[in-house]
């Protein structure tokens, strides 16, 4: 039976008294850009723009052997398009990602029907995949290169009205699409998924589907179906998944995913009774599920991700990454663990 299934607004106030007077301002500026095409405009002129070719982001590697995203103030790039034959005025097809706290907007543009080496020799970097330059770049740069790619994505697959079959047209923010014939606005659009890691009290339950990399275990996760509560999409995914039922549920934090398309992962903690434990793996999604001890979790989260013994038998048992929301949960649920059982 289901005794308390409830979501509970767990840190989510923290840090958001710091600099709030700016953070208004800015956040303010940002939605006028999107509204004020003139406004737009102006801030693109004064503003930077960061490339992609075909959706994989433009890297430059600093001597330090650092990977940074490199910013193109909208005159070098007009110049370097312009060099490279193109009409420098693409650079205004650029979309807006946010403003830096110094009310400095961020941009972002696909060249893909530029030769990629030639764009690669005049910016000096590289285009590299997304899913290498999501884990290669710093912690605050690679959200913004999911986001560009997300929106790039967005757009790049909404050129026409689903309802018309006519061409739709971007405003200048590239927040929104419309179709002029019938009036209907486009704005992009994420998948809601929960993700969430289930406990039994003493132990917590990861999977493997078959696509993950060797020894890879991660929190289950899943599409929310349309009209369902997160709550009852936690419920249903584990219910199908693991053939568990989840009593309770914990807020933890959420995230942009990019891959393979834009998800919105809502994270949460699970709890099911400790007499209610015996996993029923559905194999059509998951390669394997299986309860692991706080001991095993602490040394799989000790490891380099992946670590570097591929043929090893059986496989080292590793976690997803740090920027991997599963990542939070795990250490979330090992210092919960550490601090009502540890010693015990
Ligand atoms: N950031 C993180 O820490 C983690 C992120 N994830 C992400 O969570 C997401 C969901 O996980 P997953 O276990 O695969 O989900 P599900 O368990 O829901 O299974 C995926 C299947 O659901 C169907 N589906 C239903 N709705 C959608 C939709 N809107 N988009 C795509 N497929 C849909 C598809 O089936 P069919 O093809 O048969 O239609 C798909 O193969 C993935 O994007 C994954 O990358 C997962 C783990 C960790
Ligand atoms: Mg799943």
């Given at each position: ?58 890297l430059r590697k600093t001597q330090q052997g650092v990977f940074q ?56 970097g590289n ?9 290669t770049l710093r ?206």
């Amino acid at each position: 039976m289901l005794r308390c299934l409830r979501v509970l607004p767990a840190r989510v106030t923290r840090n958001f008294s710091r600099c709030c007077s700016n953070y208004v301002a800015r956040m303010r500026f940002i939605n006028k850009l999107k509204e004020d095409e003139g406004a737009c405009l102006t801030a693109l002129e004064s503003g930077n723009i960061f490339l992609y070719h075909t959706l994989a982001p433009l890297l430059r590697k600093t001597q330090q052997g650092v990977f940074q995203l490199p910013l193109l103030p909208f005159k070098d790039l007009e110049g370097i398009l312009n060099r490279l034959g193109k009409d420098g005025s693409m650079v205004k097809d650029s979309v807006l990602i946010t403003c830096t706290e110094q009310n400095r907007a961020l941009f972002c543009l696909d060249v893909g029907e530029l030769d990629q080496q030639a764009v690669e020799k005049e910016c000096g970097g590289n285009f590299v995949d997304l899913r290498k330059a999501f884990f290669t770049l710093r912690g605050e740069e690679a959200p913004l290169v999911a986001r560009g790619q997300a929106l790039l994505r967005w757009h790049q697959g909404n050129g026409f009205c689903s309802a018309s079959g006519k061409p739709t047209t971007r405003n200048q923010a590239g927040s929104q699409r419309v179709c002029h014939s019938n009036g209907l606005i486009y704005y992009p659009k994420m998948s809601p998924v929960i993700i969430t890691l289930v406990s039994d009290g003493k132990r917590c339950l990861l999977a493997r589907q078959a696509s993950f990399p060797r020894g890879m275990f991660s929190a289950l996760a899943g599409f929310c179906d349309m009209g369902e509560t997160l709550e009852e999409t936690l419920r249903r995914e584990v219910a199908e998944e693991v053939g568990l039922e989840v009593v309770s549920v914990r807020y933890s934090g959420s995230q942009h995913w990019p891959f393979p398309q834009s998800s919105f992962m809502v994270a949460c903690h699970a709890t099911v009774s400790p007499g209610n434990t015996q996993v029923d793996v559905d194999h059509e999604e998951l390669e394997e599920a299986r309860w692991f001890t706080l001991e095993e979790i602490r040394a799989a989260l000790k490891l380099r991700t992946p670590p570097r013994n591929p043929r090893d038998q059986p496989p080292t048992i590793w976690v997803p990454p740090s920027y991997a929301i599963a990542h939070k949960l795990i250490r979330e649920w090992v210092d919960d663990q550490e601090l009502h059982y540890d010693g015990e």
